[in-house]
Each structure stands twice: as structure tokens, then as C-alpha cells.
């Protein structure tokens, strides 16, 4: 069973950067799709970025033109890189990992990202 760990969070003041990093264990990381979801205090949860494990990357409109998913699958850990950040991006960040063949998904526990002055 894969288990997804979240790093990087914390507090940035609007227009910084922060970069999110998720580490699976799993040997097969590869078949993976991966993808970063957030949800905010009295929102449902939301898509913000997936990567296939072809490595095609999928955005949510919000987050074009500043955000960017990738993957390094010899270290098996997916990464968001967050640009010109905004105070509506403030919400728990989680990890999700979703199998090629079976679609079995998992979650990681998040990791809380605020933007504020």
C-alpha cells in the first residue's frame, strides 16, 4: 500500500514562492499518476495540478502561468512549485496518487500552505 508523506508548507507573504514536495513508497512509482489537490477552510476540495506517468501535466485555470508539477520518479516524489503566490491560494495541500491499471488512490495527510502579509 503506498503512503504519501507532504513537505513544504508554511507561510509566505502574497507574491513569494514555496515548493511542495511528496514522497511515495512505492518501488512502482512510475505507473503513477500523480497530483496536488487543496481545500480551503468551508471549501470542498479542489484540483490544483496532476501528472501523468508520462509526465503530462494538467493545471487548474487558477493556478496557469504560476504553478508547475513535476516528477522525479529515481527518487519517487512529485513536486508543486508555487510562484507569485496569492492569498487565496492559502488552503491544506494534499498529495494523491492514482495506479495506471487498478485506479486505486491514495491520499497524503496535506500540508498547510498560507499566504498572507
Known amino acids: 500500500q503506498v503512503q504519501l508523506v507532504e513537505s513544504g508548507g508554511g507561510l509566505v507573504q502574497p507574491g513569494g514562492s514555496l515548493r511542495l514536495s511528496c514522497a511515495a513508497s512505492t518501488s512502482i512509482f512510475s505507473i503513477y499518476k500523480m497530483g496536488w489537490y487543496r481545500q480551503a477552510p468551508g471549501k470542498q476540495r479542489e484540483l490544483v495540478a496532476t501528472?501523468?506517468?508520462?509526465?503530462?501535466?494538467n493545471y487548474a485555470d487558477s493556478v496557469k502561468g504560476r504553478f508547475t508539477i513535476s516528477r522525479d520518479n529515481a527518487k519517487n516524489t512529485v513536486y508543486l512549485q508555487m510562484n507569485s503566490l496569492k492569498p487565496e491560494d492559502t488552503a491544506v495541500y494534499y498529495c494523491?496518487?492514482?495506479?495506471?491499471?487498478?485506479?486505486?488512490?491514495?491520499w497524503g495527510q496535506g500540508t498547510q500552505v498560507t499566504v498572507s502579509s
Open positions: 494523491n496518487a492514482v495506479h495506471d491499471l487498478t485506479a486505486v488512490r491514495r
Open positions: 501528472i501523468t506517468s508520462g509526465g503530462i501535466p
